[in-house]
């Protein structure tokens, strides 16, 4: 059964770090492309982050770049996202995803609330 | 950046009727759209990739169709669990991998 468990998420002030993780298992997560998308109270879905397999392809979105640093460690079975310089605007739930860029997101882990506030 | 529009922001309808969710691309994305189901608390789940196919384990009464710019998700008759919010997403022109602002579909 594939399992996407993230965690990491919680509260921190405006300019503050965290860093979530994503725990895959049940599928070869070398073999697979994933990514983060996030949901701020209330709203709708926003693609975050992506990166391939490799890594070689790594993409965000124009709002979290020189910000936010995606990556994995095939070995463990992890995909990480290093949050800085946070923002108000960035409190959402942040979720880890499996999809390559011409396929879906087939698979999604439950979500880690992160609280951006001062 | 490909906006995808969903209409309309909320469809009340009673279990056993029809439901038609529409989205609407800002240019073509072929058919490289897919649906995505979240109920309050969950995950989003895979409904329907590449327009028209059901993904694993989806009920028959959830459909999808359409080309282009302009796409449709139908369910054909509510069960109670389908009360829910329904995302569409497109693959075709990327980054941004966008999503639509959502549908939700309450009880009447």
């Known amino acids: 059964e594939v399992q996407l468990v993230e965690s990491g998420g919680g509260p921190v002030r405006p300019g503050g770090s965290l860093r979530l993780s994503c725990a895959a298992s049940?599928?070869?997560?070398?073999?697979?492309?994933m990514n983060w998308v996030r949901q701020a109270p209330g709203k709708g879905l926003e693609w975050v982050s992506s990166i391939n397999r490799v890594p070689s392809d790594i993409y965000y979105t124009d709002s979290v770049k020189g910000r936010f640093t995606i990556s994995r460690d095939n070995a463990k079975n992890s995909l990480f996202l290093q949050m800085n310089s946070l923002r108000v605007e960035d409190t959402a739930v942040y979720y880890c995803a499996r999809g390559t860029p011409y396929s879906p997101y087939d698979y999604w882990g439950q979500g880690t609330l992160v609280t951006v506030s001062s | 950046e490909i906006v995808l529009t969903q209409s309309p922001a909320t469809l009340s309808l009673s279990p056993g009727e029809r439901a038609t969710l529409s989205c609407r691309a800002s240019?073509?994305?072929?058919?490289?759209l897919a649906w995505y189901q979240q109920k309050p608390g969950q995950a989003p789940r895979l409904l329907i990739y590449d327009a028209s196919n059901r993904a694993t384990g989806i009920p028959a009464r959830f459909s999808g169709s359409g080309s282009g710019t302009d796409f449709t998700l139908t369910i054909s008759s509510l069960e109670p669990e389908d009360f829910a919010v329904y995302y569409c997403?497109?693959?075709?022109?990327?980054?941004?991998?966008?999503f639509g602002q959502g549908t939700k579909v309450e009880i009447k």
């Open positions: 049940g599928f070869t997560f070398s073999s697979y492309s």
């Open positions: 240019q073509s994305v072929s058919n490289y």
């Open positions: 997403q497109q693959r075709s022109t990327w980054p941004p991998w966008t």
